[in-house]
């Protein structure tokens, strides 16, 4: 049986108010995030998802790990924590996934406007070329 649970956490960050939503379907996770202005109620949160979802910007899936239900040694259980932070830095699911799709974006950018300046740099040459051949005709 294929589960899925989305879960949607409104906070603030400064100057802003944001929503991270989260999906988790089939063992992919992805992530989202929603800037809203001033504090939102819940209608408006709800009307906004409403409107938007299909405009909305989810990060790239990544891989999930199924859950263990075995219990485990509290012992145990500190020392795979420490293991996992040293060999994978702090930081949430979201805040991966986010971050994945912020290094995507910024590709993405880096491409265009090297092509953008590419452009720039051969139209500049071929007025340099017609400027020249105009110099090089007959009075």
């Given at each position: ?15 802003f ?6 999906r ?41 790990e199924?859950?263990a ?17 040293d ?6 699911k ?6 994945l799709q ?38």
């Amino acid at each position: 049986m294929n589960t899925s649970v989305s879960t949607l956490t409104i906070l603030f960050e400064a100057p802003f108010w944001i929503g991270l939503y989260e999906r988790e379907c089939g063992g992919r996770y992805d992530a989202c995030k929603i800037t809203f202005g001033a504090e939102p109620k819940d209608y408006e949160v709800y009307d906004f998802l409403l409107k938007n979802w299909s405009s909305l910007k989810f990060s790239p899936s990544v891989e999930v790990e199924a859950a263990a239900d075995k219990r485990v040694n509290p012992k145990r259980m500190r020392r795979l924590i420490a293991k996992q932070i040293d060999n994978m830095g702090i930081g949430t699911k979201a805040q991966q996934a986010l971050k994945l799709q912020q290094e995507q974006g910024k590709t993405e950018h880096k491409s265009r406007s090297r092509e953008q300046r590419e452009e720039e740099k051969q139209r500049q040459f071929e007025l340099r070329e017609e400027k020249r051949k105009e110099k090089h005709k007959g009075h």
